[in-house]
């Protein structure tokens, strides 16, 4: 039995195997469908970690803005709490 009529008579009992593509398979031995979809899913990657870059250069200088705000009011509240335990004493 060659390996399409495995495939073909065990279809009811379990799903059709998926080969598992590896380092050192030859480029020419991958479908030309599963190749095109490697393509795509690559430059999907691609154009969402330029995306991600794009946004955090845009947002910089509000997320300074916002922990140097932060840092401000959380110093203040320390300072405040120091000068009230001065007076309890």
Do not use: C, F, H
Request: proline content about 6%.
């Amino acid at each position: 039995m060659n390996p399409a009529e495995t495939i073909r008579a065990g279809q009811a009992d379990a799903p059709v195997q998926i080969p598992t593509l590896t380092q050192d398979m030859a480029l020419g031995l991958v479908p030309k469908a599963v190749s095109l979809v490697l393509d795509v899913r690559a430059a999907e990657k691609q154009a969402l970690m330029a995306l991600s870059d794009e946004l955090e250069q845009r947002l910089r200088p509000e997320i300074e803005r916002m922990t140097a705000d932060l840092v401000q009011r959380t110093l203040q509240a320390v300072w405040d709490q120091r000068a009230r335990s001065y007076q309890d004493t």
